[in-house]
């Protein structure tokens, strides 16, 4: 392991208070491969669980210590103090952290003195007896520990010198580090940053934050606490966390280092962001917010004519720092909003450069004008526009094949079964073709058909998957005669591309969507 500086910890919590998120389940390698993740990133510490509280979590540890090579990183177990009038070397709970492996141990120990009678059921003195005790025990068996002081900021404005007790107590032991938690996520940041201050200012402790977003501060009061004084923020991949989650370490992390200058990463480490966000969200197998700050796919995104005609000019004119800092990329949008700066941006992205020609240029931008009235979304279709932009400024999009005719039967049989039927009759290179196939139904059996029919002459075609197909009833219609939207999602197995369609039967619609996926593959295949 590379050695680091010390003075600022950058501390992830995403494997285990992440973890305790609404539908995030993570497995044993899923919580092995999001760490390689976080260690390539650079971040100080990763919290891996609780070992002796789940076997999940014990069987991590055991698995991290010949699988996982960490280079930036270490790991750290984390866990309670040991029980009322216990002692910690007696306390499985605290043996399982001291067998961990794990070179550090975050101790969580309760700051408020309701939560110490209510839910520990024991005194103040108790449990400050708990937290020397455990500390001390955990430090003379060679481990660095920190201390997360649970309900901190609501236990201090309820009883301050209780809560300052715990820091005092905890530190005296030998813990390195006592973090202040913001466990119910309602603290706002100026109040938070004045209580921050005084603890600073009453004890020798090095503090942490640890902020959870209820009130949607937890970024915020990450970056007051740093300013009142702390060199150790906690935060999770993407925001994960229970109810709102947790402050979200990517944005904090961009925040220290584009905004105050805070060099709290190795050196190039911060470009590779956006990436790490994304491929964390793959192994969470949960939808990446395109929204997100920083590192979200709309991040740097311009949809408004207004704002593209300045971009176009000066990117930095809406644009609060550059996109490949944290490893994203300025995108443009084409909708109804769209002007002719929108439409020359879009088509440099996509490799045309309409600068030259103001023509081709209002032409372009009065067309999706028109289609975006009809129903069409090409924000959400880069390769129906792409296609659009080829008929109106390349010559035309190649002539891969051409419809003569198709037909979808569905059929209910008596054993309560449903299948679809299609045939299409298409003119390919000269030739016709007929192809019939059979689908789970008419938009799946129309698919099968197109591809049968074409694969014949295009073998590449085999290639292609449709991954996602969504169909939106569209609004100035009603009932069955309503206009719709069908949105096409195609892969080859290294790339996607979204195509639209837009007609008032549902499979005419389909059709041309999935005929522009198909048009779309084949020119990026030729």
């Known amino acids: ?150 309900h901190f900021f609501d236990g201090y404005l309820a009883d301050p010198a209780f809560a300052l007790a715990v820091v005092r107590t905890a530190v005296e ?59 150790h923020v906690q935060g999770t991949a993407n925001g994960y966390g229970e109810r709102c989650g947790n402050a979200n370490l990517f944005s904090v992390v961009a925040n220290l280092e584009l905004k105050q200058g805070r060099p709290v990463l190795p050196a190039g480490r911060l470009g590779e962001m956006a990436r790490i966000a994304h491929a964390v969200a793959e192994v969470t197998n949960l939808p990446p917010n395109q929204h997100q700050p920083y590192v979200g796919q709309s991040a740097f995104t311009h949809k ?83 296609l659009l932009l080829r008929d109106e400024v390349a010559g035309g999009r190649p002539a891969f094949f051409a419809l003569e005719s198709y037909r979808v039967i569905d059929e209910r049989r008596p054993d309560g079964g449903l299948v679809a039927e299609a045939t299409v009759k298409l003119w390919v290179k000269g030739e016709r073709i007929v192809a019939t196939g059979e689908g789970n139904g008419p938009v799946n059996a129309l698919d099968v058909a197109l591809r049968q029919a074409l694969e014949q002459l295009y073998p590449q075609l085999a290639l292609l998957e449709l991954v996602d197909y969504k169909v939106r009833i569209l609004e100035g219609a009603h009932g069955t005669g309503a206009v719709t939207r069908v949105l096409v999602r195609t892969s080859d197995g290294t790339t996607e591309w979204s195509t639209v369609g837009v007609h008032e039967n549902v499979i005419e619609a389909s059709w041309r969507a999935l005929s522009d996926a198909i048009v779309y593959g084949l020119l990026q295949s030729s």
């Not at 005084?198 to 959870?212: D, E």
């Not at 490799?351 to 975006?372: I, Q, W």
């Open 1 to 150: 392991m590379v050695p680091r500086d010390d003075s600022f910890h950058v501390y992830d919590t995403t494997l285990r208070d992440g973890a305790q998120q609404e539908g995030l389940s993570l497995s044993v390698a899923d919580k092995l491969a999001i760490a390689g993740y976080l260690d390539e990133l650079g971040v100080g510490f990763i919290e891996g669980g609780w070992p002796g509280a789940n076997p999940k979590d014990t069987e991590f540890f055991r698995r991290a210590r010949t699988e996982l090579q960490l280079k930036q990183a270490q790991l750290a177990a984390f866990g309670a103090t040991c029980r009322p009038h216990a002692k910690a070397a007696d306390d499985p709970q605290v043996a399982a952290l001291r067998d961990s492996g794990a070179p550090v141990v975050t101790l969580v120990a309760k700051s408020h003195g309701r939560h110490v009678e209510k839910a520990l059921r024991t005194t103040p003195r108790e449990n400050l007896e708990m937290i020397k005790d455990t500390v001390s025990h955990l430090r003379a068996e060679g481990q660095r520990v920190f201390l997360d002081a649970e």
């Open 304 to 386: 408004a004519g207004l704002h593209a005609s300045a971009v176009r000019i000066d990117p930095d004119l809406y644009q609060h720092v550059d996109p490949a800092t944290v490893g994203n990329d300025m995108r443009t949008l084409v909708s109804e909003l769209a002007g002719r700066a929108s439409v020359e941006l879009k088509g440099r992205e996509l490799g045309f450069d309409l600068s030259g020609n103001p023509a081709a240029l209002g032409r372009v931008a009065e067309r999706v004008k028109a289609l975006e009235a009809a129903g069409h979304s090409f924000e959400a279709a880069d390769a129906s526009f792409e």
């Open 173 to 231: 032991a030998g813990a390195d580090v006592v973090a202040l938690c913001d466990t119910n996520g309602g603290m706002l940041p100026t109040r938070l940053a004045e209580i921050v201050h005084k603890v600073g200012s009453a004890t020798a402790a090095r503090l942490g934050i640890h902020c959870h977003d209820d009130a949607a501060c937890a970024v915020a009061n990450s970056l007051a606490a740093v300013d009142a004084g702390v060199t």
